[in-house]
């Protein structure tokens, strides 16, 4: 037990102690954690108390234009900031991958830390998808999951840019982007209308997508730890704990909604039609409050 205190320590003390770019502190919500911490407060009190009060008493507000847009938005900004990294020479994402060299070492270390600092901007934008649940009154599709996902990937991609700006986590960010294109261009055909709903039989495509990146990042993670990277290994141990739990929940929320059939008898009679009704409905997060 000492020596596992010792340890924790040792890497707060490690993360304190990291050398911080001061041109990273120059930038929007960079300074300090008091924006972005304000930012996720004001987030989880309107999501979780504010907004459904607000909506009580209200109809759902009409956003197909503005859902639309907005994942319109995503998409091209996703596909913008992969090709971000992309564009780098003498194949840095060959490098990202297989090198464990330290921020002092990067030769591209300015355009990445900028990456990153868009990727971080990214999450504090995809707070939104929140809201709009909150204004079309789906609170029902307000999870833990959904509210826990986007809360700790904001902090801690501020974390890592302010401590850690070097390209270690470039490679997750870029996975995650990538993931994102496939996931907001599902969004954006599904704000669509109806009409567009035959297009969206991958729906549950979409889930395995977002589980093979999880595990493609723990694979990654636990290289960094193989590998002794001179890095602050308590981010590194952090994230790894995270991931372990998006997989988890992610996992729970397939099985929930793709596996589980409802019984369409009970004790030798057919079961309610109604409470059938019910069932298919939560599944597809389409219950009314």
């Known amino acids: 037990m000492s020596s596992f205190m010792h340890m924790m320590v040792d890497n707060y003390n490690e993360v304190l102690d990291a050398k911080k770019d001061p041109l990273v502190d120059s930038w929007l919500f960079m300074k300090s954690p008091l924006p972005v911490v304000s930012i996720l407060i004001l987030y989880l009190y309107f999501v979780l108390y504010l907004g459904p009060k607000l909506m ?7 956003l197909k234009n503005s859902l639309i847009a907005y994942n319109a938005y995503q998409v091209v900004f996703s596909l913008w900031l992969c090709s971000n990294v992309m564009i780098f020479k ?3 994402m060959y490098n990202i991958v297989s090198s464990c060299s330290t921020s002092e070492s990067f030769p591209y270390k300015l355009q990445v830390s900028t990456a990153a600092w868009w990727y971080f901007f ?3 934008v995809e707070l939104l998808d929140t809201v709009f649940f909150v204004l079309r009154k789906k609170q029902s599709q307000v999870t833990f999951l959904h ?3 986007h809360s700790i990937m904001t902090f801690f991609s501020w974390c890592y840019l302010k401590l850690l700006p070097a390209e270690q986590m470039i ?6 982007t990538s993931v994102h294109i496939v996931m907001y261009s599902y969004y954006l055909i599904a704000a669509l209308g109806p009409q567009y709903q035959k297009y969206l039989w991958w729906k549950k495509y979409m889930t395995w997508i ?9 694979a990654y993670l636990s290289a960094l730890v193989i590998m002794d990277c001179k890095l602050p290994k308590a981010l590194t141990f952090f994230f790894v704990g995270n991931v372990a739990i998006f997989l ?3 996992s729970d929320f397939y099985r929930k909604a793709y596996k589980k059939k409802p019984k369409l ?8 039609p109604k409470n059938i009704t019910t069932t298919l409905k939560e599944k597809d997060g389409l219950k009314t409050n």
């Not at 977002?210 to 595990?215: H, K, P, T, Y």
């Open 90 to 92: 003498e194949g840095i």
């Open 171 to 176: 490679f997750i960010g870029f996975l995650n």
């Open 248 to 250: 988890y929940l992610f």
């Open 147 to 149: 509210v826990y996902h």
């Open 122 to 124: 990214s999450k504090i």
């Open 265 to 272: 008898i009970e004790n030798g009679t057919h079961s309610d």
């Open 210 to 218: 977002q589980l093979g990146q999880f595990c493609i990042m723990l």
């Open 56 to 62: 009580k008493n209200r109809k759902p507000f009409d």
